[in-house]
């Protein structure tokens, strides 16, 4: 799996001359903000078991006052059923007993107590598209 652009700057961005979170005007402090990177990352690089790019971008949306952020897979792609339970506590469609199902419930409430929205698109066979949107007044 490889990523088309580094992730580790897309957050660091949002906090850039940055005291404090407070002072960002976002409710993630960058702790919290690599977490969710992260576990979007592991999410993408899981759905594709043979390989292949995962891309990360943050934009500005159409909106001024909000930034999105994109981590787009080629991945397996969702079913519209388990889009529907994607952010269910201890949801999973993996077997694997290391994996718990509440990466993506996580995720989820960090984004809402952010002020931000969070979309999915996604097919069987189709790969992923995840978008958040967050408030931009944490960027001068």
Not at 35 to 46: D, K, M, V
Not at 87 to 108: C, H, K
Not at 127 to 135: D, Q, S, V, W
Request: hydrophobic share 40%; aromatic share 6%; proline share 6%.
């Amino acid at each position: 799996v490889t990523c088309a652009h580094d992730p580790a700057p897309v957050f660091r961005e949002l906090y850039r001359d940055k005291a404090d979170t407070a002072s960002a005007g976002i409710a993630l402090d960058l702790e919290q903000a690599s977490f969710l990177l992260e576990e979007l990352l592991r999410n993408s690089s899981q759905a594709m078991p043979s390989g292949g790019e995962i891309a990360v971008d943050l934009t500005r949306a159409s909106d001024p006052d909000r930034l999105v952020l994109t981590v787009t897979d080629q991945g397996e792609g969702m079913s519209p059923e388990v889009q529907a339970r994607m952010f269910e506590p201890f949801f999973s469609t993996r077997s694997q007993a290391r994996d718990r199902g509440l990466g993506l419930t996580l995720v989820y409430g960090m984004v809402r107590r952010a002020g931000g929205a969070i979309r999915c698109q996604s097919a069987p066979s189709a790969g992923t598209t995840m978008e958040i949107a967050f408030p931009a007044s944490c960027v001068p």
